[in-house]
């Protein structure tokens, strides 16, 4: 998985199923559930710790006044919710180090 590539759920699946050696039917079921918890979490308000690799949070975004960039008219901006991600030390250190040695 090295380069420009994007990492598919099949991807997970397959890593899944050398790593832990489940079966090739099992493993989208782990995947797709453990994708599932997380989003459920989320739609919840609650805040996903994944420790060694980061914090999935979901913030609320009050109203404003924004500009639309082709017209420059003011438009208002509704509230919403908006997730964020803070990646662990440990994922930047280990992303950091890939980088410096490739």
Avoid at 49 to 77: D, H, W, Y
Wanted: hydrophobic fraction near 40%; charge should be positive.
């Amino acid at each position: 998985m090295a380069g420009q590539q994007t990492v598919t759920r099949a991807d997970l699946c397959e890593a899944v199923h050398d790593e832990v050696g489940l079966s090739r039917q099992e493993c989208p079921a782990l995947v797709e559930r453990t994708l599932e918890l997380i989003v459920e979490s989320l739609e919840r308000g609650e805040t996903v710790k994944l420790s060694g690799f980061g914090v999935f949070q979901v913030r609320e975004k009050r109203a404003r006044m924004g500009r639309n960039p082709k017209t420059g008219e003011p438009a208002a901006i509704n509230p919403r919710r908006v997730i964020s991600f803070r990646a662990s030390q440990i994922m930047k250190s280990r992303v950091h180090d890939a980088v410096v040695e490739a």
